[in-house]
Nanobody, 122 residues
Framework: QVQLVESGGGLVQAGGSLTLSCAAS????????MGWFRQAPGKEREFVAA????????YLEDSVKGRFTISTDNAKNTVYLQMNSLKPEDTAVYYC???????????????WGQGTQVTVSS
C-alpha cells in the first residue's frame, strides 16, 4: 500500500501563487507516475498535471499551461505543483494520485491522497 499526503492548499487572491506538495510513503512499479487532479463543487474530477519520477514525461492540462509547473524531488518521494497566476476558476479540491503510467485519466491511478482545498478569490 502507498500513502499520499498532500499539503499547501489555502486561500489566495487572483493572480497569486501556491505550491502544493504530495509526499508518497514509498515508490513501487505501480507508482511510476504521479498526477494532480482537481474537483470543483458540482463538477467531475479533472486532470491537471502528471509526471514520471524520472521527470522525462510530463503532461499539463491546456488551461494551466504557462501557469502551473509539476516537478519531483526523488530523494523526498515528493511531487510538487507550483501554481502561478491563479484564477477564480482554479478553485477546487486538488488531489494527488499515483499510478503505473503517466496518463491523464483518473481510472489509471491506483492511489489517491485525501485532497487539499485551493480557493482563489476575485
Amino acid at each position: 500500500q502507498v500513502q499520499l499526503v498532500e499539503s499547501g492548499g489555502g486561500l489566495v487572491q487572483a493572480g497569486g501563487s501556491l505550491t502544493l506538495s504530495c509526499a508518497a510513503s514509498r515508490r513501487t512499479f505501480r507508482t511510476r507516475a504521479m498526477g494532480w487532479f482537481r474537483q470543483a463543487p458540482g463538477k467531475e474530477r479533472e486532470f491537471v498535471a502528471a509526471i514520471s519520477w524520472s521527470g522525462d514525461i510530463t503532461y499539463l492540462e491546456d488551461s494551466v499551461k504557462g501557469r502551473f509547473t509539476i516537478s519531483t524531488d526523488n530523494a523526498k518521494n515528493t511531487v510538487y505543483l507550483q501554481m502561478n497566476s491563479l484564477k477564480p476558476e482554479d478553485t477546487a479540491v486538488y488531489y494527488c494520485a499515483a499510478g503505473g503510467v503517466v496518463v491523464t485519466t483518473t481510472s489509471e491511478y491506483d492511489y489517491w491522497g485525501q485532497g487539499t482545498q485551493v480557493t482563489v478569490s476575485s
